[in-house]
């Protein structure tokens, strides 16, 4: 309820928050000593998506509700990560939820008693970040026509893997400092992908 109360105003905010621990129930043991909830985000996500069907609410709803359940426990994960790891953060929960998956972890915060406040200085470094360089779905630098034509390759899943690896490395090479260009891209592939 504290989390619930600290939570900001909003449908998918409020039943996030209420729903957030839901999973805890399924996933909590004693491992040595210790209680663990591991993979309860995961879980809530699912009750959560069967709740708000259960309640008819519409389709963004319920997908923006899971999501935001599902990231709740990410944004403590940045607290060490670098530019790399934070686009691929929001990349991963979209734009549209970061705020509200970092609002709920804020809510979460406050509901833990000795009550925890790392996330100002996540909020601050994910908006550094974005400032850098806006973050898309889709940040590779090649499309689906050009990695078929480099690579020799069909449609199918293994161009949605060159994508996803060619934005790791967009990433990586701007938490250096530079722009990875189509030549350097092409090379990257060719080298890890040819043949393969």
């Not at 994910?126 to 590779?140: G, R």
Request: hydrophobic fraction near 40%; proline fraction near 4%; charge should be negative.
């Amino acid at each position: 309820m504290m989390v619930l109360q600290n939570s900001k105003p909003g449908i998918e905010n409020q039943l996030a928050a209420l729903l957030h621990d839901a999973g805890k129930a399924s996933t909590t043991e004693l491992i040595d000593g210790a209680i663990h909830s591991y993979g309860h985000e995961k879980v809530s996500g699912e009750i959560a998506e069967a709740v708000c069907r259960r309640l008819k609410f519409d389709t963004d709803v319920i997908r923006n509700v899971r999501k935001i359940v599902e990231n709740h426990m990410r944004p403590h994960a940045l607290h060490d990560a670098g530019t790399a790891g934070i686009r691929k953060f929001i990349r991963e929960v979209g734009e549209e939820l970061v705020d509200a998956v970092v609002d709920l972890a804020a809510a979460d915060e406050q509901g833990k008693i000795p009550k925890g406040n790392n996330i100002p200085s996540i909020r601050e470094k994910i908006e550094k970040v974005k400032a850098i360089k806006p973050v898309t779905k889709n940040d590779s630098i090649l499309d689906g026509l050009e990695i078929m034509k480099i690579l020799d390759i069909k449609p199918g899943p293994k161009i949605k893997e060159v994508m996803s690896f060619l934005e790791e490395k967009g990433d990586e090479w701007i938490e250096k400092g530079k722009v990875l260009d189509k030549e350097t891209a092409m090379n990257l592939i060719l080298e890890k992908f040819k043949g393969v």
